[in-house]
Nanobody
Framework: VQLQASGGGLVQAGGSLRLSCVISGSTTSLNPIGWYRQVPGKQREPFVSISIGGVPNYGDSVKGRFTISREGAKNVVYLQMNSLKPEDTDVYYC????????WGQGTLVTVSS
């Protein structure tokens, strides 16, 4: 199973981006799927996740601004990011929770002030 994130870019503060996570291979063992960011001095941590049944879970830092969703076929997970802040700047990864060893390349989100 491989997960590949895409959709990052440069955006001004207050802007929006939509990230995509394409899951290839069997998805039955991937529950839930999370989006991760690199916390300085720590390992990557999930800040939002969605179960195979479509139930989302948001961290406090993104609640009300970000929306995670899962395509009906369950092989693509989206992250709609609105009201972006400079502190959202990071490389974003998608992975299962707990994560697989293969993280993929991630996608860079840069929010300018």
């Amino acid at each position: 199973v491989q997960l590949q994130a895409s959709g990052g870019g440069l955006v001004q503060a207050g802007g929006s981006l939509r990230l995509s996570c394409v899951i290839s291979g069997s998805t039955t063992s991937l529950n839930p799927i999370g989006w991760y960011r690199q916390v300085p001095g720590k390992q990557r941590e999930p800040f939002v996740s969605i179960s195979i049944g479509g139930v989302p879970n948001y961290g406090d830092s993104v609640k009300g601004r970000f929306t995670i969703s899962r395509e009906g076929a369950k092989n693509v997970v989206y992250l709609q990011m609105n009201s972006l802040k400079p502190e959202d700047t990071d490389v974003y990864y998608c992975n299962s929770i707990p994560p697989l060893t293969d993280w993929g390349q991630g996608t860079l989100v840069t929010v300018s002030s």
